[in-house]
């Protein structure tokens, strides 16, 4: 378009010489070639434009396999869609990047929260990711290719850092539907973590229930964060600390 607008405009200065013109048709003209070439520019997608594009394309796919796992184990998926962005980013938020030690993230899923744990600035080295999902590992793998991915059950918790040392434990980060397991069991899962981690360290849940997934356990407090509503449920944070460095089952 522009080609033909140019030579439309050397016509008409031909023709001007010969006193066939004006100077509003050559004006007139100019005004064209300029809205020619902002439309060209507009129609053309910017980088920017192509990465939301393929962002929206990759938050569909992530959506049909958890929607696709959960119809096949919906006690082990415990949601039908990955953790919203603003849901994501506020788990990330309660992450103390200061202390040392590995990060454990249960049950990443497709890695909504472990994106927002990286975007925040924790390396990739640094995060231990434990999923149960086969599918969910290789994907994980390809996303996060400098985390350590272990395919396993999160609730075993303890037995996967025994299994890798006893590693530091900064910080843990929980999608798992702790209310589908029985009591007990969600006191073990936090007992093995307050074990791996200093006095005050955070486990992070997300959680979508008006109450604590876990009581019952000496030492341990929570608070919880507003809720995010544009999250599918709405879900809230509730972050959970102790204050003894063994943590017991109150009788």
Not at 6 to 16: F, P
Not at 68 to 87: D, F, I
Not at 116 to 128: E, F, I, N, S, T
């Amino acid at each position: 378009m522009q080609t033909r607008l140019t030579q439309e405009m050397q016509t008409l200065k031909r023709k001007k010489t010969q006193g066939a013109t004006t100077r509003r048709d050559i004006r007139v003209l100019e005004e064209l070639r300029i809205l020619a070439r902002r439309t060209e520019a507009e129609l053309k997608p910017s980088a920017a434009s192509r990465a939301r594009v393929r962002r929206v394309r990759e938050r569909i796919v992530d959506e049909v396999r958890f929607l696709r796992q959960w119809a096949e184990n919906p006690l082990k998926t415990g949601a039908v869609a990955p953790s919203g962005q603003e849901l994501s980013r506020l788990m990330a938020a309660y992450v103390e990047l200061d202390r040392p030690g590995v990060i454990v993230e249960l049950g990443p899923g497709t890695g909504a929260v472990t994106q927002a744990l990286v975007d925040r600035g924790v390396p990739q080295d640094r995060l231990l990711l434990i999923e149960y999902s086969p599918e969910f590992c290789t994907l994980l793998r390809e996303r996060f290719p400098d985390a350590t991915v272990m395919q396993g059950n999160a609730y075993a918790l303890g037995e996967v850092l025994a299994e890798m040392g006893h590693p530091p434990v900064a910080s843990v980060v929980s999608g798992l539907p702790l209310f589908t397991r029985p009591l007990p069991e969600r006191q073990a899962l936090l007992s093995d973590a307050f074990r791996a981690m200093a006095p005050g360290a955070p486990f992070i849940q997300f959680s979508y229930a008006l109450v604590p997934a876990v009581k019952g356990l000496v030492g341990i407090t929570w608070s919880t964060s507003r809720w995010v509503l544009a999250n599918l449920p709405p879900a809230r944070v509730w972050a959970y600390r102790s204050a003894e460095d063994i943590v017991a089952v109150a009788a």
